[in-house]
C-alpha cells in the first residue's frame, strides 16, 4: 500500500542541474499533498545499495541518467514503453519492490503534439543511443508511418530498426554522414544526440529538408543543431517542453499508479509546472 508513503527524489549523477524538485513540488501544491521530493547524486555503481537503503516512508522515484538501463534490470514490473525500450525514469515502489515505467516517450509525443507536428508521415530520429529508443517510439505513438534514423554507425542502430514491427511503423536507417547527399524531407526532426553536438555542414542538410526540429537537451541553448535550424528558417524546439509533459506523467504514476490516468485539476497542476519550469 501507498497511502503513508510521501517522500520522493530525483537520483542521478550527475543531479544538480535537476528541474525536477520544482516541478514536482508545483504540482503537489495544486493537488494538497504533503509530499515531500527530494534530488541525490546516485551513480550507477551505488544504485543497489541506494535502492535497497529506502523505508516505507519512499513513494517513488525518478530516475535520470546514467541510471535508466539498471532500473529498468531491478524493476518488478515494467510499463509498455519500458519494455519497449529497456529504459526507466520512473519507479512506483510498494511492498512487491519497484515498478517501472518510461514517461520520456509520452512527454516527448505530447511535446510533439503541443509543436504542432500532429499525423506526421515521416519522423526523423538522430542518434542511435538510449534516448533515441525512446525517440522512435514517442514518433510511432504520435502517428509517424516511417521514422527514419540517422546514424553515425548504421549497426548501431540495429535495435531501433527491430522495433519497427512491433510499432507497426517502419524505421528506416541510414548513416548520418550521407545526409547532404541522400536527404528526403522529413515532417519533423528529433535529435537525440549529447548537448552541445556540431554536425557541421551535415546539419544545414538535415535542416534543408525537415520540418521542426525538436532537440532533447535544454542546456546551452540554442544548440549548434538549433542554430542550423533558424538560418534554414525552421522552427527549433529546445527539451524543456518534453521536461515538462514526462514530469507530469510521473506525477500521474506517483498519485494515481498509472500514466494514462489524469490527476485531479490536471490543467491547473500543468500550468503551476510550465510557470515552475519557465520560472529562471
Given amino acids: 500500500m501507498l497511502t503513508d508513503r ?22 503537489y501544491e495544486v493537488l494538497g499533498l504533503d509530499w515531500h521530493y527530494g534530488r541525490e547524486r546516485v551513480d550507477e555503481a551505488g544504485f543497489p545499495a541506494a535502492l535497497s537503503g529506502l523505508d516505507a516512508e519512499w513513494r517513488g522515484l525518478s530516475l535520470t541518467m546514467p541510471l535508466k538501463h539498471v532500473a529498468a534490470r531491478s524493476a518488478v514490473s515494467l510499463d509498455d ?3 519497449r525500450t529497456g529504459a526507466v525514469n520512473t519507479y512506483l515502489l510498494d511492498a512487491d519492490g519497484p515498478r517501472g515505467y ?16 500532429r499525423a506526421p508521415g515521416v519522423i526523423r530520429v538522430l542518434g542511435a543511443g538510449a534516448t533515441a529508443t525512446s525517440a522512435v517510439v514517442a514518433a510511432a505513438r504520435a502517428g ?7 546514424a553515425r554507425r548504421v549497426e548501431a542502430a540495429a535495435s531501433l530498426r527491430a522495433l519497427g514491427p512491433e510499432l507497426g511503423i517502419d524505421v528506416r536507417v541510414r548513416a548520418l554522414a550521407d545526409a547532404a547527399s541522400d536527404g528526403e524531407p522529413v515532417d519533423a526532426t528529433i535529435a537525440a544526440l549529447p548537448g552541445g553536438t556540431d554536425l557541421g555542414p551535415l546539419a544545414e542538410a538535415l535542416a534543408s ?3 521542426p526540429l525538436v532537440d532533447v537537451v535544454y542546456g546551452g541553448w540554442p544548440t549548434p543543431l538549433a542554430q542550423a535550424w533558424d538560418r534554414a528558417g525552421r522552427p527549433a524546439h529546445d527539451g524543456l517542453t518534453m521536461l515538462l509533459h514526462q514530469a507530469l506523467l510521473q506525477v500521474r504514476v506517483f498519485v494515481g499508479g498509472d500514466p494514462s490516468l489524469p490527476v485531479d485539476r490536471e490543467d491547473a497542476v500543468l500550468a503551476a509546472m510550465r510557470t515552475a519550469l519557465m520560472g529562471d
Fill in 6 to 27: 510521501t517522500r520522493l527524489a530525483v537520483w542521478g549523477d550527475p543531479i544538480a542541474h535537476s528541474r525536477s524538485p520544482r516541478l514536482h513540488a508545483a504540482a
Fill in 81 to 83: 514503453d519500458a519494455r
Fill in 102 to 117: 518510461n514517461t520520456d516517450v509520452g512527454g516527448l509525443a505530447r511535446a510533439l503534439d503541443e509543436f504542432g507536428v
Fill in 144 to 150: 509517424a508511418g516511417v521514422v527514419e534514423v540517422r
Fill in 209 to 211: 529538408t525537415s520540418g
